[in-house]
């Protein structure tokens, strides 16, 4: 296959992320869709299990009607939640079963197709894990967020250290040879010191990928409640307290220094590879290329239209089984928006944003739209051009959201 041939049918290629919803227990910052199995016989109650064997009927009935979306196959795959490796053995195995009978996946003449799972320390088996090997899964990305067990226990994660050490070693020995350690930083009670140790312990790891995030402190969870316990988030004392924007800061910038001394490449905002790992899967959001989402909740984006399905289960298998599409919500993105997510996306990524691909993609430039943001940034060293990007400067990564904002 002649190379622009291959571009071609790797841009018509969609990637595909399936989305399972279930957790052993909701962490305490948690604002993503995932239910808890609870912790009954055998890590869950009856009732947590009926759940899940009515999400797989729902996954499977859409699987097979929604593989006309891929005539030309895959290019990567994602199994995210939630906790996929939560689900036992046998459930596993279902929904893999149900992934390769309906989709064929091809990243391009060169590479295989990337194919990762989502996972948590403790949830590992050897059973799981070599179903995932054997259904071709062949990169893991492990929720390790910390090596320190008094903040894990202060955001009600469900793992201690010794378990993240050792589903590193298992996941090793099971053959995964692309490995991603999740880490988070802005814990409550976290310093620099605390933060620091994490990190080069998870060096110490040699992973393939690291991905560095800053805690978000989402409304509604009980992380939230506990730091603001009364009506209004302006009451004080605060029982609980979150390190302040300037250490956080400092946490992030010490974190991107150590990273690239160690010979990762930061690649986008939050993910740091050695050269040849960058998350392919990921950069298909990043580079606003098409995706479908399956499962409860999982948002999809094809053409000019994102839609996310329905989060309620037994609705979600009712109408996957009738073979309609089960939107909860879905937006047709007008041209002034896809450009706009081009740009915020494109952002994020250390190279930046392609503007000869802005200019023929959108019939216009991209300084001719946006004039009065570039100005304003540009002059302030904030963003700036180079070979025909425009990047952000990578001092000002950590206040990227507040610089991206105004795009909108
Ligand atoms: S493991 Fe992840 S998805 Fe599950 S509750 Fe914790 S943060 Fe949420």
Request: net charge negative; aromatic share 12%; proline share 4%.
């Amino acid at each position: 296959m002649c190379y622009s041939n291959n571009i071609l049918s790797l841009a018509q290629r969609p990637s595909l992320y399936v989305h399972v919803p279930f957790c052993l227990k909701k962490c305490d910052y948690c604002a993503f869709y995932s239910l808890s199995l609870g912790q009954g016989a055998h890590g869950r109650d009856f009732r947590s299990h009926s759940l899940v064997e009515i999400y797989l009927e729902g996954l499977a009935a859409e699987m097979r009607w929604r593989q006309k979306d891929t005539p030309l196959g895959v290019s990567s795959l994602f199994i995210g939640g939630g906790t996929p490796t939560a689900l036992s053995e046998t459930e596993l195995e279902v929904l893999l079963t149900g992934i390769n009978k309906y989709f064929r996946f091809e990243a391009s003449a060169e590479k295989i197709a990337e194919k990762t799972v989502e996972g948590n320390p403790g949830t590992l088996t050897p059973g799981k894990l070599s179903a995932l090997r054997t259904f071709g899964i062949n990169r893991f990305s492990l929720g390790v967020q910390s090596f320190n067990d008094e903040l894990l226990r202060q955001v009600g994660r469900m793992h201690c250290a010794d378990d993240a050490r050792r589903s590193i070693k298992e996941l090793r020995a099971a053959g995964f040879d692309n490995l991603n350690l999740d880490l988070m930083f802005g814990l409550p009670g976290q310093d620099l010191r605390t933060w620091q140790k994490s990190v080069e312990e998870a060096l110490a790891w040699v992973p393939e990928h690291l991905s560095v995030y800053g805690l978000m402190l989402e409304e509604g969870t009980e992380l939230f409640k506990r730091v603001y316990p009364g009506e209004s988030v302006k009451e004080e004392p605060y029982p609980l307290t979150l390190p302040d924007d300037d250490l956080q800061a400092d946490m992030y910038d010490w974190a991107v220094g150590r990273l690239e001394r160690a010979g990762y490449v930061r690649y986008e905002t939050s993910n740091f590879a050695r050269p040849g790992y960058e998350c392919q899967h990921n950069l298909t959001y990043w580079h606003g290329r098409e995706y479908l989402g399956l499962g409860p909740g999982a948002v999809s984006f094809q053409g000019r239209v994102r839609s996310k399905n329905v989060e309620d289960i037994p609705e979600y298998r009712e109408l996957a089984r009738a073979g309609r599409e089960a939107p909860e919500e879905r937006e047709e993105l007008s041209e002034r928006e896809r450009m706009t997510e081009r740009v915020i996306l494109g952002l994020r990524l250390a190279q930046g944003v392609d503007l000869a691909a802005f200019a023929r993609d959108f019939g216009v430039r991209l300084e001719d739209i946006f004039r009065d943001v570039l100005e304003k940034y540009e002059s302030q060293g904030i963003l700036f051009r180079e070979k025909g990007y425009l990047k952000l400067n990578p001092r000002y990564f950590f206040i990227a959201n507040a610089v991206l904002q105004e795009f909108l």
